[in-house]
T-cell receptor
């Protein structure tokens, strides 16, 4: 039973460029969330996708956008990269969404993005 | 926006029980407490969660006080592989299923 998989594992970009990160959820999961983790900090919520729509969003600018596909996989896009976007980007999946679900999220090992 | 308070670091001798405390004094009645851990260079790993009753699984036990204002994660026989950052999270019920992480407790298991 494959868990959450993310690609690529590492990526180096320069300021101003654009990047796309990919996530495949755990089998049976239909909800995908994205987090940004700066060095020495806990993960910060970016947004959540369910039924191919963005359902919740954290305090991140519009440069951060996403997409969910019919097979539940997801992409995170970041435009106009800044040095401060250097971080570990984590994808988490879960089953169902909305306030009634107490199902835990399961995380991938992330994509390490470095901006030069 | 983390709603929990944890000590920044703890040590535990190998083979002994590790007791990790968490304060969540503003928790609401229908909010669950979750524990995750993160080993260097890996994604957070789910450990356990609970509402008001104590919970136990193959990894750990979760003890929640009767007033639900605090909880303790217990690793019964700590090993070197348990060295990690442990996050206590209260899921905010009105914002869906995402989690708000704090900075966690860095647990070091000492041989």
């Amino acid at each position: 039973d494959a868990g959450v998989t993310q690609s690529p594992t590492h990526l180096i970009k320069t300021r101003g460029q654009q990047v796309t990160l990919r996530c495949s959820p755990k089998s049976g999961h239909d909800t995908v969330s994205w987090y940004q983790q700066a060095l020495g900090q806990g993960p910060q919520f970016i947004f959540q996708y369910y039924e191919e729509e963005e359902r919740q969003r954290g305090n991140f600018p519009d440069r951060f956008s996403g997409h969910q596909f019919p097979n539940y996989s997801s992409e995170l896009n970041v435009n106009a990269l800044l040095l401060g976007d250097s971080a570990l980007y984590l994808c988490a999946s879960s089953r169902g969404t909305g306030g009634l679900s107490n199902q835990p999220q399961h995380f991938g090992d992330g994509t390490r993005l470095s901006i030069l | 926006d983390a709603k929990t308070t944890q000590p920044p670091s703890m040590d535990c001798a190998e083979g002994r029980a590790a007791n990790l405390p968490c304060n969540h004094s503003t928790i609401s009645g229908n909010e669950y407490v979750y524990w995750y851990r993160q080993i260097h260079s890996q994604g957070p790993q789910y450990i356990i969660h609970g509402l008001k009753n104590n919970e136990t699984n193959e990894m750990a036990s979760l003890i929640i006080t009767e007033d639900r204002k605090s909880s303790t994660l217990i690793l019964p026989h700590a090993t070197l592989r348990d060295t990690a950052v442990y996050y206590c999270i209260v899921r905010v019920i009105d914002t869906g299923n995402q989690f708000y992480f704090g900075t966690g407790t860095s647990l070091t298991v000492i041989p």
